[in-house]
């Protein structure tokens, strides 16, 4: 079983960037491609981003590209997304998944298994 708990969201600033943290409770972490989601009130969950395996390679849907930046520490369990100078229509629930086991890199929700519980991120102007 795979458990995510998604940290460091709340009320920040425009412009002032904001790291959120993952970390997940799992024996095989290094197995797991992981990503990022988003969903803000009244809209479909978005992909944000995705990382593979070993973290060598990142992937983001072109709206996301140059904003947000995802990394993992597979020493610590984590992975991590940078929110670099937020504006108001990032404001939504960050959740973090674990995609399939053994699998590539995929944003496509189909293709993640396991979900966190989701932290707020509401960007204030």
């Known amino acids: 079983q795979v458990r995510l708990v998604e940290s460091g969201g709340g009320l920040v600033q425009v412009g002032e960037s904001l790291t959120l943290t993952c970390a997940v409770s799992?024996?095989?972490?290094?197995?797991?491609?992981m990503g990022w989601f988003r969903q803000a009130p009244g809209k479909e969950r978005e992909s944000v981003a995705g990382?593979?395996?070993?973290?060598?390679?990142?992937d983001y849907p072109p709206s996301m590209k140059g904003r947000f930046l995802i990394s993992r520490d597979n020493a610590k369990n984590t992975v991590y997304l940078l929110i670099r100078s937020p504006k108001p229509e990032d404001t939504a629930v960050y959740t973090c998944?674990?995609?399939?086991?053994?699998?590539?890199?995929?944003?496509?929700?189909?293709?993640?298994?396991?979900w966190g519980r989701g932290t707020q991120v509401t960007v204030s102007s």
């Open positions: 998944a674990a995609g399939r086991q053994y699998y590539d890199l995929h944003l496509d929700a189909q293709y993640y298994d396991y």
């Open positions: 799992a024996f095989d972490f290094t197995d797991y491609p």
């Open positions: 990382i593979s395996r070993n973290g060598a390679v990142t």
